[in-house]
């Protein structure tokens, strides 16, 4: 079956940087792209940006430009994002998920189980 | 804040039908843009409930069902059942933004 099995939990000091990976099996994983979302505490959720896993092309959110990276190693299935300069509102749970995507828009389906990211100093 | 506005809550009592409203602008739903919603339960990664409007994956019930008017979308669930208490988030692109967003979320309470 088709699953998203991302890395264990980070804890990091503000300044840091952490490295989520997100390893998909099931399907082709060149077929469909990877977004990823996040959830701090007590919040909504909130769209990160996306990769295409067949020629590595990204798009990030505005608010994250310049702090945030997206890749892929195809030859592991595996999509990964980094995120510097960590700040406490950085604390959150980072998900991966598979975009689908047609002329009018993308949705996510399915999920990696989450990553929680702590920034504490 | 989101582009896309939700009720924070919602209710109802086994068996009802509730609805949850998501609201956007021109540059989003009103541009065209499809709506997808995701049920969350705490702890637990959100799920594809609905996407392209009104089309459910594999494995949701027909309980669930979308639709859309002008800037904005709804998400209506028949038959109510304490399983299905969770945050429901709407999804869409926004051009203004150049971006994919959600809604603010609903949790929707079993009475």
């Known amino acids: 079956q088709v699953q998203l099995v991302q890395s264990g939990a980070e804890v990091k000091k503000p300044g840091a940087s952490v490295k989520v990976s997100c390893k998909a099996s099931?399907?082709?994983?060149?077929?469909?792209?990877i977004s990823w979302v996040r959830q701090a505490p007590g919040q909504g959720l909130e769209c990160m940006g996306y990769?295409?896993?067949?020629?590595?092309?990204?798009n990030y959110a505005q608010r994250l430009q310049g702090r945030v990276t997206m890749t892929t190693d195809t030859s592991t299935s595996t999509a990964y994002m980094e995120l510097r300069n960590l700040r406490s509102d950085d604390t959150a749970v980072y998900y991966c998920?598979?975009?689908?995507?047609?002329?009018?828009?993308?949705?996510?389906?399915?999920w990696g189980q989450g990553t929680l990211v702590t920034v504490s100093s | 804040q989101s582009v896309l506005t939700q009720p924070p809550s919602v209710s109802g009592a086994p068996g009802q039908r509730v609805t949850i409203s998501c609201t956007g602008s021109?540059?989003?739903?009103?541009?065209?843009?499809?709506v997808h919603w995701y049920q969350h339960l705490p702890g637990t990664a959100p799920k594809l409930l609905i996407y392209?409007?009104?089309n459910r994956p594999s494995g949701v019930p027909d309980r669930f069902s979308g639709s859309k008017s002008a800037t904005s979308a709804s998400l209506a669930i028949s038959g109510l059942q304490a399983g299905d208490e969770a945050d429901y988030y709407c999804?869409?692109?926004?051009?203004?933004?150049?971006?994919?967003?959600f809604g603010t979320g609903t949790k929707v309470t079993v009475l």
């Open positions: 998920a598979r975009s689908h995507t047609s002329s009018f828009g993308s949705w996510f389906d399915p």
């Open positions: 099931g399907y082709t994983f060149t077929t469909y792209g």
């Open positions: 990769i295409s896993t067949y020629n590595g092309n990204t």
């Open positions: 021109s540059s989003n739903i009103g541009a065209g843009y499809e």
């Open positions: 392209r409007f009104n």
């Open positions: 999804q869409s692109y926004d051009s203004s933004l150049s971006g994919y967003v």
